[in-house]
């Protein structure tokens, strides 16, 4: 349709977002959309899919309609739009009618080109017979999993948008998501484009994310001792209760740094207000439950950390995710324990649903464990779970420092011998006090003192008990019985063990679990640090951003990305076209804000002379 070649597409790319190069499958997308075709794509997150729709929206004389599931992402997309100068109308419950009426009328005359929209209102009969007197060219429809009732989040009003390939056979459908396995895949395709739709998929993987998991002990001091290096920086702590959550909070604010709490629990005005601050603010801290997250696209997320056990392998990797859409190092830690194993696998038993959707829940949360317990890369735990190949990746704890695998049938045995004699009645809690030898009131209550097993690990640290058995539980050697409240019993494959027909290898219990992230972290604090960029200066250059954006109510992010910030900090640019030569400087930023950043620049210069 629109044949550009790629140097006019890399100019463009210049002048409308001031970036010097496609991404990694950008250029292509980009070609086929200008084509005319059709395209379905999968592109983890942070891998830069508006993108690949926008330019192509920009380039062609044809008008785009954008189909988004949420307000924020919405406002977002279209403030980081209209900063860059292109003109994008968007219509929205949150605006006022006479607002939706004005955007309307700038999208319908010649003002703009691109319209943001939720489903449900695209499909409205008024909005559908308004359409058809514009020259509509593309339909984009982002998260677009959500229309299949295969894929992790199916919403009922994504359904109608299978009808536009009927109402509007001209138009092009573009649809793009970061989660969806071949049987999502083939249903998408199929719902949504009857003509020749190409599919791109560029797998899982985000090598920017550091991995690590933590046994959770005293893991409140433990997270201020491990955020400590990162002052200053965004990030978000997942907690599963609403307690935690605040109590998370009110801990890190004692130590001085700027957290808030987020839960279902605070009321509309609080959550609005704290998501905005932290959209806008820099060094903000998200204390919160999954509440939390979605339609977040900051993309200078440095931290997810994980405080308790997520749900299941595809939300742990949903969570995780939202960390480093800019590409620069982010850092993933979760604490794990068997209470929050149990605890989840009680919320899936206790929960509703069929029991063959409790069965496929209970597989996706055993992959999780199957991730914490890893004695190999982390990664390739996760892009196996996710039929990716892949190799060890240099970037998670296990591969930094792999962990020391040991034979510990013996241990294994006293456990089984344990669990054994006190009738396989017992949860972990008691069956570790009987190997440790405790002297308590339900010992001496049941006569636990007269076993043989009575402590026969009692020279064992607690905390190497407690790893063990979690390793016989992540094996399906030990499973808690939740008809019996997590009584722990043994399962045909512990019987082996206890036998000794089969070894128990597992991890070497660390002289401390503190050092597994000293590792991963430094490594990312130090790839994260500013590298030849002036600290001073660029601080002062994220103050001088942050009044901009407040003062035009849009995200920090949008006026411009930390990578360019540091840029400015490392060759303190003062003419126009030293400014123009940074990646994320197009000429409308140039005209906006030039100015100001040169004279922080100059200003900043002309002191460190004098000084
Ligand atoms: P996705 O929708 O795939 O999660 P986004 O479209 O939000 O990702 O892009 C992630 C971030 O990467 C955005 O902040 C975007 O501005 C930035 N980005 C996208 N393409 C490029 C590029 N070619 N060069 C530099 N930054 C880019
Ligand atoms: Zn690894």
């Known amino acids: 349709m629109t044949a550009i070649s790629e140097p006019a597409l890399l100019a463009s790319l210049k002048t409308t977002f001031g970036y010097d190069h496609f991404r990694e499958g950008q250029l292509e997308i980009v070609e086929t959309l200008l084509r005319g075709d059709d395209a379905f794509v999968v592109m983890p997150t942070g891998a830069g899919k508006s993108l690949c729709y926008q330019l192509p929206a920009i380039?062609?004389?044809?008008?785009?309609?954008?189909v988004s599931p949420l307000v924020a992402l919405i406002d977002d997309q279209v403030a980081a739009l209209r900063q860059n100068g292109v003109a994008a109308s968007k219509i929205h419950s949150h605006q006022s009618y006479d607002e939706n009426a004005n955007q309307w009328r700038r999208f319908a005359g010649p003002g703009a080109q691109l319209l943001y929209m939720s489903p449900e209102r695209l499909m409205q009969p008024r909005m559908l017979e308004a359409l058809k007197h514009q020259s509509v060219g593309m339909f984009v429809v982002d998260e677009a999993h959500c229309i299949s009732k295969w894929g992790?989040?199916?919403?009922?009003?994504?359904?109608?948008?299978?009808?536009?390939?009927?109402?509007?056979?001209?138009?092009?459908?573009?649809?793009?998501?970061?989660?969806?396995d071949e049987a999502t895949r083939q249903d998408i395709v199929h719902k949504l484009s009857n003509q020749n739709c190409r599919v791109f998929v560029k797998g899982f993987d985000r090598p920017n994310l550091s991995l690590a998991v933590l046994a959770k002990e005293k893991w409140k001091e433990r997270l201020v001792n491990l955020l400590e290096?990162?002052?200053?920086?965004?990030?978000?702590?997942?907690?599963?209760?609403?307690?935690?959550?605040?109590?998370?909070?009110?801990?890190?604010?004692?130590?001085?740094?700027?957290?808030?709490?987020?839960?279902?629990?605070?009321?509309?005005?609080?959550?609005?207000?704290?998501?905005?601050?932290?959209?806008?603010?820099?060094?903000?801290?998200?204390?919160?439950?999954?509440?939390?997250?979605?339609g977040i696209d900051k993309p200078d997320i440095r931290f997810v950390i994980h405080a308790s056990l997520p749900s299941s392998m595809e939300a742990f990797y949903q969570e995780i995710g939202r960390a480093g859409r800019d590409g620069a190092p982010a850092e993933t830690i979760l604490f794990y324990s068997l209470q929050d194993f149990i605890k989840r696998q009680n919320m899936i038993f206790d929960g509703e649903g069929e029991?063959?959707?409790?069965?496929?829940?209970?597989?996706?949360?055993?992959?999780?464990?199957?991730?914490?317990?890893?004695?190999?890369?982390?990664?390739?735990?996760?892009?196996?779970?996710?039929?990716?190949?892949?190799?060890?990746?240099?970037?998670?704890?296990?591969?930094?420092?792999p962990p020391v695998v040991e034979d510990y049938?013996?241990?294994?045995?006293?456990?089984?011998?344990?669990?054994?004699?006190?009738?396989?009645?017992?949860?972990?809690?008691?069956?570790?006090?009987?190997?440790?030898?405790?002297?308590?009131?339900?010992?001496?209550?049941?006569?636990?003192?007269?076993?043989?097993?009575?402590?026969?690990l009692a020279d064992d640290p607690k905390a190497h008990l407690q790893s063990w058995m979690r390793q016989l539980i992540a094996m399906g050697a030990v499973r808690p019985n939740l008809a019996r409240y997590g009584a722990l019993e043994i399962t045909e494959l512990g019987a082996q063990i206890s036998q000794g027909d089969k070894p128990f290898t597992a991890k070497k219990p660390k002289a401390s679990s503190a050092s597994v992230t000293s590792k991963s972290g430094g490594r990312a604090k130090n790839t994260s640090s500013l590298?030849?960029?002036?600290?001073?200066?660029?601080?002062?250059?994220?103050?001088l951003r942050l009044e901009i954006a407040q003062e035009k109510n849009i995200p920090a992010?949008?006026?411009?990305?930390?990578?360019?910030?540091?840029?400015?900090?490392?060759?303190?640019?003062?003419?126009?076209?030293?400014?123009?030569?940074?990646?994320?400087v197009g000429p409308k930023k140039l005209d906006r804000y030039f100015e100001a950043f040169s004279q922080a620049i100059a200003l900043y210069v002309a002191a460190h002379k004098n000084g």
Do not use: W
């Open 152 to 180: 992790a989040a199916f919403r009922p009003e994504y359904e109608a948008l299978s009808q536009l390939k009927m109402l509007f056979p001209e138009a092009q459908i573009a649809a793009f998501t970061a989660t969806a």
């Open 355 to 401: 029991g063959e959707f409790k069965l496929l829940e209970y597989k996706r949360l055993e992959a999780l464990i199957g991730y914490c317990e890893a004695t190999t890369c982390r990664r390739m735990s996760i892009l196996t779970y996710f039929d990716e190949a892949s190799t060890p990746c240099g970037n998670c704890d296990n591969c930094l420092d």
């Open 229 to 294: 290096p990162k002052r200053g920086q965004s990030g978000i702590v997942y907690c599963l209760s609403r307690k935690d959550t605040d109590d998370m909070a009110a801990v890190l604010s004692a130590a001085g740094f700027t957290a808030l709490a987020y839960h279902a629990g605070k009321d509309g005005d609080y959550r609005r207000d704290a998501q905005n601050r932290f959209m806008t603010e820099d060094g903000l801290i998200m204390v919160a439950t999954i509440a939390f997250g979605m």
């Open 557 to 584: 992010y949008a006026v411009f990305h930390d990578s360019a910030l540091k840029d400015f900090a490392t060759l303190k640019p003062q003419t126009r076209a030293q400014f123009e030569e940074i990646n994320g």
């Open 409 to 456: 049938s013996a241990k294994a045995q006293a456990i089984f011998a344990a669990i054994q004699q006190t009738g396989q009645f017992f949860g972990q809690a008691h069956i570790l006090d009987v190997l440790k030898g405790a002297q308590n009131a339900k010992i001496r209550q049941r006569n636990h003192q007269d076993l043989a097993c009575f402590g026969a």
């Open 59 to 66: 380039l062609s004389a044809r008008k785009t309609i954008i």
């Open 531 to 543: 590298e030849g960029a002036d600290d001073k200066l660029f601080q002062d250059l994220k103050a």
